[in-house]
């Protein structure tokens, strides 16, 4: 890194680490003098941050988009679209460093191929949701939504692998908070609030995260006809035993209990597991569709939620430990163990029944589609859980963006 030149302001570098990437960056938690920029500086970002400067300006609402994959998620959906894919491509990656720095309008497919070709990966396997190729998910809309995968408790989430962001605010101010480095030490660890913010404290330009090379051995266990009470016995056990777990889901179809088990890791652990644990091992390259499905949410389970259209998508986020809970009218939920996670297809009316029945196990419950019958537009609910959390989300919006123009009421009606 060096001085982008003897007239440069204070607190500004240039990085070179992809020549088609030349631009001013910040150091940590630095605000450059109005966000200057000349023809040198990146041209997909300039007209971006004068759009955001004139709307601050104004007052004027912005719908922060990339693919738009998870647009079914949220209170609302307001505002002129501001659409993030100009901002793409891989600015830096090193592999022997497990550190990629990419934009964030890049798309996550894109990515995560780049990886595969190194042997690496993003263990936390975010979904994309994606209904077609036009529509596919971005490597900052993973971030702004921070959903993991069924793996979330053996690896880690989202916001584990986030080493630095760049980003926008409601002034118009390029800021970047981290770095690109494991260890590295910015103060307050700002770049992870950005993670399951939804867009609403700031545009990401640009992330870097922590890869991992991809596990040389797996197999997934399957046990058949299994109830939940026996699933969740099995699970706690094995939690506390050296093995080499990675995911797993217990799902009730057709009047009778499954329970999947992926196991991840060196190969001799894994074909240990296996001997030891039981069940049927299945076929690698023919199950590996089904965690994408699971992941993805296209598993029969979940696309029978088509046929009861008064129905909500619950997401019921409990520690793993929980046991099995008193849902209404005895539904039966799936259960994602590695990932802390129970989904519910149950009326939006049982709203009060299952937030209770996660809060008694220290959990939230909250909608993460609802109802076809209620739609309109974006449809899914945040628990905010407490009035001090609600007032720390509001004041760290009110820091991010005062003028309230990101995203506007798609966390919370309020803001």
């Known amino acids: 890194m060096g001085l982008a030149g003897t007239n440069a302001p204070r607190g500004i ?74 901002l793409r491509g891989i600015v830096s990656y090193e592999p022997s460093e497990l550190v990629v720095t990419v934009r964030a309008g890049t798309l996550l497919a894109e990515l995560e191929a780049v990886l595969a070709e190194q042997g690496q990966c993003l263990p936390f396997e975010p979904p994309h949701f994606a209904k077609t190729p036009a529509d596919a998910a971005t490597v900052g809309g993973m971030v702004a939504a921070g959903l993991s995968g069924p793996a979330r408790a053996s690896v880690g989430a989202v916001r584990d692998y986030l080493l630095g962001v760049t980003l926008l605010n409601g002034k118009a101010e390029l800021l970047t908070f981290g770095g690109q480095v494991m260890k590295n030490v910015a103060g307050y660890d700002v770049a992870r609030l950005m993670t399951g913010a939804w867009g609403t404290l700031g545009l990401l330009t640009e992330v870097s995260l922590k890869v ?40 009730h179809d057709e009047g009778a209990g499954t329970l999947y088990v992926r196991l991840r890791g060196a190969v001799a652990a894994v074909e240990a ?80 029944a299952l937030r209770e029945a996660a809060r008694a196990v220290g959990g939230s419950a909250s909608v993460f589609i609802a109802a076809e019958a209620n739609k309109t537009g974006a449809s899914g609910a945040f628990d905010l859980q407490s009035k001090a959390l609600e007032q720390i989300h509001t004041r760290l919006k009110h820091s991010f963006d005062p003028a309230g123009i990101f995203n506007p009421g798609r966390m919370a009606r309020a803001w």
Not at 294 to 320: G, I, K, M, N
């Open 13 to 86: 570098r240039q990085s070179f680490a992809h020549p088609l990437f030349k631009k001013f960056t910040l150091l940590p938690c630095r605000v450059a003098d109005r966000c200057r920029y000349d023809a040198r500086m990146d041209f997909s970002l300039a007209p971006i941050t004068e759009r955001v400067r004139a709307a601050a300006a104004d007052q004027t609402p912005l719908r922060i988009r990339g693919g738009g994959t998870k647009d079914f998620h949220g209170l609302a959906l307001h505002g002129e679209v501001l659409d993030t894919r100009v």
């Open 273 to 352: 597991a296996c001997k030891t644990m039981g069940g049927t091992r299945m076929d690698n390259a023919t199950v590996a569709a089904d965690w994408t499905a699971c992941r993805e949410q296209t598993l029969p389970w979940f696309t029978d939620r088509a046929t009861r259209p008064d129905h909500a998508l619950w997401r019921l986020s409990v520690p793993a430990t929980a046991p099995v809970l008193a849902l209404p009218g005895g539904v039966q939920p799936l259960v994602e163990w590695h990932g802390a996670l129970r989904w519910v297809q149950a009326p939006e009316s049982a709203g009060d």
């Open 212 to 251: 991992l090379p991809v596990a040389p051995g797996e197999a997934t266990l399957r046990f058949e006809g299994i109830n939940q009470v026996d699933a969740l016995r099995k699970l706690h056990a094995w939690g506390g035993q050296p093995l080499p777990l990675n995911a797993s889901c217990w799902v």
